[in-house]
């Protein structure tokens, strides 16, 4: 694989510079989208690197690094030495793009804020995250993914009737803030694009973690009533996200409008069951739900989960196989539409990760990539930036400098 990599210049934003400050997920994994799209991406690291490079407690490569790290090249610097600093502010203001994480106040103690930047280069696009947003008493608290769920509202909702709390199985605000924050900025580049300004971008973890919740919170003000933890259903249709058990697992069935309620019936050779006073609106399936789950159970009970699905699916109605990994990464589905591609970790193995979460048909499909040794770009990208030799050699001996900074060619 080669040591830079080399985007396609099909794609939408190739020529495009990004200059990453990020630790953990919610920046890498933006500027990984951004890679993804064919932006150019520099990971700005500190001497001992990105924070998810840690974070591995596998005796391995870290997992999360691998995750969203690919095409990417890094530099390391101490931003606590003027070179450091210096070179991460010329670095800054060589970019379309410039996306952070750093706790509050940092970029700016740095003079790597977005008012210092965008004064010297006003066509810059400077985009932020933090935990809990920029204006109100939690904004220099330090935050991560959990704290989203918990005081968002998500986790009191997430869970069985009369149990605790739960979190969701991954971290799922981090995640959604990668979509939502490249968007912001291909949004962003596209204004550049027409007026020539930049923009200074903020967006915060609970902010992502609120939005994500949108129907919930429109039942919420509805209502007036706090939501319940419900399980695997949904709390206002039936069924709807129900789980039945099948003969080798579980599936999840929703046929909650009554058409498709009607459908389901007929497909589980039940048809009185659309006419049952028990289940005959969607309010009555409410209110007997254990019922009609013992109902479904009884008729798909003894069919395998994929079998169920097809007759199900059949009769037009929305099913889904419960799946675990091992038997995601074999569906058809997720193996043909190349769900997954190959990411060599840094190390010299090559490990499946998901692949952009979109495909743009006329630019060729991403070829095989790889995550950024800590530093391993360091001189190129100095060179780059028009470092001489004399002065590359002086910021590596001072420390401003780090990673692999292999002993610049002689200039003959």
Known sequence: MPATPQPSARLPLAGIRVVEFGQFIAVPGTSMLLADMGAEVIKVESLAGD????????????PMYVAYNRRKRSIALDLRSAGGRAVARELALSADVVVQNARAGVMERLGLGPDVLRQAKPALIYASVTGFGTRGPSRERPGLDIAAQAESGM????????????????????????????????????????????????????????????????????????????????????????????????????????????????AIGRPDLADDARFVDN?????????????????????????????LESH???????????????ADDVRLGGLFQ??????GKAVPVPSAPCRWRDAPEPTASAVPRLGQHSVQVLRELGYDEARIRALCAEGAVGGETEPPARVA
Not at 286 to 302: D, F, K, Q, T, V
Not at 342 to 347: A, E
Request: glycine share 10%; charged share 15%; hydrophobic share 45%.
């Open 155 to 266: 986790m009191s909702l997430t869970g069985e009737p009369g149990g605790a709390p739960l979190k969701v199985g991954f971290a799922v605000v981090d995640a959604a803030t990668t979509l939502a924050l490249s968007g912001a900025i291909t949004a962003a580049l596209f204004h550049r694009e027409r007026t020539g300004e930049g923009q200074t971008i903020d967006t915060s973890l609970l902010e992502v973690a609120v939005h994500l919740q949108a129907q919930i919170w429109s039942e919420y003000h509805h209502s007036g009533k706090l939501p319940p933890r419900a399980g695997n259903s949904q709390p206002m249709a039936a069924p709807a996200a129900d789980l039945v058990q099948v003969a080798d697992g579980h599936i999840v069935i929703s046929a909650y409008l009554q058409e498709h309620w009607r459908r389901l019936c007929q």
């Open 342 to 347: 190959p990411v060599d970790n840094g190390l």
């Open 316 to 330: 037009g109605v929305v099913v889904g196989v419960v799946r675990n990994y091992d038997q995601v990464v074999a």
């Open 283 to 311: 309010v009555s399936r409410l209110a007997n739900r254990p019922a009609l789950i013992a109902e479904l159970h009884a008729s798909l009970g003894g069919m395998a989960g994929e079998a169920a699905r097809e007759l």
């Open 51 to 62: 924070a998810a490079r840690q974070s591995s407690t596998m005796g391995v490569q870290s």
